[in-house]
């Protein structure tokens, strides 16, 4: 969880959290802003969608208030691929995939797209150093508008509310195993029995050759 936390920021560029760290330059008070975001309710997931999820993040200066936040999820299958060919996500008898294994090293690993629907997110920065190519990185079209006036020196990367996102997301681990299950176990339970056949023919040839 903590390494998550530790990359998350951008999904998996760390020039993001780099960038993220100087959100206090712009913003002294920011850790006691994100506080007030967790003591007005803070972060709700709303919806889950095959390639992204919804979450309500609270205002944290007028209450009742909430952000539209979203989080989409870019590369999944590539990495299906990649864990279920190896060994770092089947259950101790090898006999089939440990969700929770999987869902663990996806939101690892995985690339996000992020969009927040408060004005901070917009105009203060955020959605255009996401857009920019490097990152690649907001959900959504992209904002080619720098924010020379309340941002000329481009601190952070995201806003309180995505920011609150990406800290609670590592705790959504079980949760994310469920959505996998339900919207892309079909695929997983193909990719499953490849891997079981890739994993039967070496003893098959050894049975061959000892005949």
């Known amino acids: ?61 007028e209450k009742g208030t909430e952000y539209h936040n979203y989080v989409k999820f870019v590369n999944l299958k590539p990495l299906f691929r990649k864990y279920i060919a190896s060994d770092a996500v089947w259950n101790k008898a090898g006999s089939a995939v440990d969700y929770q294994k999987l869902a663990r090293l996806l939101l690892d690993n995985m690339d996000l797209r992020l969009l927040c629907t408060c004005p901070a997110f917009q105009y203060w920065g955020s959605a255009y150093t996401l857009s920019r190519s490097k990152y690649d990185a907001k959900y959504g079209r992209r904002e080619r508008r720098p924010p020379n006036i309340r941002n000329p020196k481009e601190h952070g990367s995201m806003c309180k509310h995505m920011h609150q996102v990406m800290r609670v997301l590592p705790f959504y681990n079980s949760t994310f195993a469920k959505y996998l299950k339900e919207y892309h176990k079909t695929y997983i339970e193909q990719l499953t029995k490849k891997a079981l056949k890739l994993k039967e023919k070496p003893e098959e040839d050894k049975e061959k050759k000892e005949k």
């Open 1 to 61: 969880m903590i390494q998550f936390i530790n990359i998350i920021i951008e999904a998996t560029h760390g020039e993001i959290q780099q960038k993220q760290r100087t959100i206090t330059k712009l913003f002294p008070q920011f850790p006691d802003r994100l506080q007030k975001v967790a003591d007005n309710g803070g972060v709700k997931l709303e919806e889950m969608e095959p390639d992204k999820w919804h979450f309500y993040v609270a205002s944290g200066t």
